[in-house]
């Protein structure tokens, strides 16, 4: 179309538009700026835009919190929990050694009840107290010794899901296995599993240079050290099946060649896999990833960990004081999810939080309430 034309054609729409959703005006310069608003509209000549839109409203978008389908207490810590406080009593006291669980709230609740941790027996016979407790990630053999030396009573509240593993390092062992138990050296369950084993062939380890070999069987030279032909594998019940499966390959590697065997016992624990399994289910739908629990809580560091690896910015966290303004800013749904040692109470703290800071609660609370629900133990 011609300038000219087109020109003649965009001053009749302006002059039409004025009947249009609005009553006409006399004033010159109300028809001038309404023509200007229009023209702003109009496609230039040789463009194929034919249509006129009005001016469109932005809608404020709804900040939503988004909760795991599983997370929180699993039954192993509900368990430990209820055993030692229907033991204990203030005028009863018992010294677990150790944190019960790891998850200073409900430490800090139970501490009212005469739950007073203590860092060995002796310790503890020093305090005062008649009963000592096995926390949660169990312990070796050498405490049950230990308090019988003292004359203190021994509550045992270990998961039974630790037990297992305690009884197939033995069993490895005694097949002739070198024992490997991926997981962190310093942590008590791990102590407690090499505590049962009871040898010196056996490693705790979370990466090959941790391991007392440094090259694969069959390869010769100064300062190779290669590992003996039967090698186990067992992992703390509280790791990522992928970075245990990764180590995993890595130490097979270095273990069968030349006749060697080697052996992986997944002992990472059922409701560690679910929790994670969880979170792995909701990244799509959040921004951001709050793992509620202890700072010396396993899991939910793993948890953390498995966020950040899927490419959501995930942070550890025990309570909502830790939660910083600028984490928010710019997120439209938050994660969140809890290690297998944090309760219920813990969580909602943090979704109360998060709501009053705008965020939409979940329908129904952080879980569906199960009128049925039986415990597992």
């Given at each position: 179309?011609?300038?000219?034309?087109?020109?003649?054609?965009?001053?009749?729409?302006?002059?039409?538009?004025?009947?249009?959703?609005?009553?006409?005006?006399?004033?010159?310069?109300?028809?001038?700026?309404?023509?200007?608003?229009?023209?702003?509209?109009?496609?230039a000549p040789g463009t194929t835009q034919e249509t006129i839109s009005a001016p469109s409203t932005t809608e404020p978008v709804e900040r939503r919190i988004?909760?795991?389908?599983?997370?929180?207490?699993?039954?192993?810590?509900?368990?430990?929990?209820?055993?030692?406080?229907?033991?204990?009593?203030?005028?009863?006291?018992?010294?677990?050694?150790?944190?019960?669980?790891?998850?200073?709230?409900?430490?800090?609740?139970?501490?009212?009840?005469?739950?007073?941790?203590?860092?060995?027996?002796?310790?503890?016979?020093?305090?005062?107290?008649?009963?000592?407790?096995?926390?949660?990630?169990?312990?070796?053999?050498?405490?049950?010794?230990?308090?019988?030396?003292?004359?203190?009573?021994?509550?045992?509240?270990?998961?039974?899901?630790?037990?297992?593993?305690?009884?197939?390092?033995?069993?490895?062992?005694?097949?002739?296995?070198?024992?490997?138990?991926?997981?962190?050296?310093?942590?008590?369950?791990?102590?407690?599993?090499?505590?049962?084993?009871?040898?010196?062939?056996?490693?705790?380890?979370?990466?090959?240079?941790?391991?007392?070999?440094?090259?694969?069987?069959?390869?010769?030279?100064?300062?190779?050290?290669?590992?003996?032909?039967?090698?186990?594998?067992?992992?703390?019940?509280?790791?990522?099946?992928?970075?245990?499966?990764?180590?995993?390959?890595?130490?097979?590697?270095?273990?069968?060649?030349?006749?060697?065997?080697?052996?992986?016992?997944?002992?990472?624990?059922?409701?560690?896999?679910?929790?994670?399994?969880?979170?792995?289910?909701?990244?799509?739908?959040?921004?951001?990833?709050?793992?509620?629990?202890?700072?010396?809580?396993?899991n939910t560091a793993r948890l953390a960990d498995v966020g950040n690896s899927l490419g959501v910015t995930s942070y550890h966290i025990e309570r909502p004081?830790?939660?910083?303004?600028?984490?928010?800013?710019?997120?439209?749904?938050?994660?969140?999810?809890?290690?297998?040692?944090?309760?219920?109470?813990?969580?909602?703290?943090?979704?109360?939080?998060?709501?009053?800071?705008?965020?939409?609660?979940?329908?129904?609370?952080?879980?569906?309430?199960?009128?049925?629900?039986?415990?597992?133990?």
């Amino acid at each position: 179309m011609p300038c000219d034309d087109w020109a003649r054609g965009a001053a009749r729409i302006v002059t039409g538009m004025q009947h249009i959703g609005a009553p006409p005006t006399s004033s010159h310069h109300a028809t001038t700026n309404q023509g200007n608003d229009i023209m702003a509209t109009l496609a230039a000549p040789g463009t194929t835009q034919e249509t006129i839109s009005a001016p469109s409203t932005t809608e404020p978008v709804e900040r939503r919190i988004i909760v795991a389908d599983v997370l929180g207490y699993c039954w192993g810590v509900r368990r430990a929990v209820d055993i030692i406080s229907d033991a204990a009593s203030p005028k009863s006291r018992i010294a677990p050694i150790g944190d019960i669980i790891h998850n200073p709230q409900v430490v800090d609740r139970l501490r009212e009840r005469g739950v007073v941790g203590s860092s060995s027996v002796a310790e503890a016979k020093e305090q005062g107290f008649s009963r000592v407790a096995i926390t949660a990630h169990g312990m070796g053999p050498h405490l049950a010794v230990e308090a019988e030396q003292q004359g203190l009573e021994l509550i045992d509240t270990t998961c039974p899901l630790v037990t297992k593993v305690q009884r197939l390092a033995q069993k490895l062992v005694r097949q002739g296995y070198f024992l490997v138990v991926y997981g962190d050296s310093y942590h008590p369950e791990v102590k407690s599993v090499l505590g049962w084993a009871a040898t010196t062939k056996a490693v705790a380890a979370k990466k090959v240079e941790d391991l007392p070999w440094n090259a694969k069987r069959g390869e010769k030279g100064e300062g190779k050290i290669v590992p003996p032909r039967k090698v186990a594998l067992v992992s703390q019940t509280t790791k990522n099946i992928d970075e245990l499966m990764a180590f995993s390959a890595q130490l097979q590697a270095m273990v069968v060649p030349e006749g060697g065997e080697f052996r992986l016992c997944n002992t990472i624990c059922e409701p560690t896999t679910e929790r994670q399994n969880a979170l792995r289910r909701m990244v799509d739908q959040v921004d951001l990833v709050l793992a509620i629990g202890g700072r010396k809580s396993s899991n939910t560091a793993r948890l953390a960990d498995v966020g950040n690896s899927l490419g959501v910015t995930s942070y550890h966290i025990e309570r909502p004081e830790d939660i910083k303004p600028e984490w928010l800013e710019g997120v439209t749904n938050v994660g969140v999810t809890a290690g297998a040692s944090t309760p219920d109470d813990v969580i909602q703290d943090v979704v109360d939080h998060l709501a009053a800071q705008g965020f939409t609660p979940p329908e129904g609370g952080i879980r569906p309430v199960d009128p049925d629900y039986v415990p597992a133990f």
